[in-house]
């Protein structure tokens, strides 16, 4: 079950265009889970210094489909 959980995360992340492995890792370290990740403001993901302007806008725009 844990890998299973795991795989859903790591897909649901890696359909973003420009989040790979290395931003997915940061954003699950910041935020511990995608729900984390959906709930994150702006000013919360410009504080993860591996993202760029556009993963961030990749991200929000994710937020809130």
Do not use: C, W
């Amino acid at each position: 079950r844990k890998r299973r959980g795991k795989q859903l995360v790591t897909s649901e992340l890696l359909t973003l265009e420009g989040i790979g492995p290395k931003k997915q890792a940061a954003l699950l370290k910041a935020f511990k889970s995608v729900k984390g990740i959906k709930k994150a403001s702006k000013q919360e993901l410009e504080a993860i210094s591996i993202l760029s302007q556009k993963d961030i806008k990749t991200i929000l725009d994710f937020q809130h489909s």
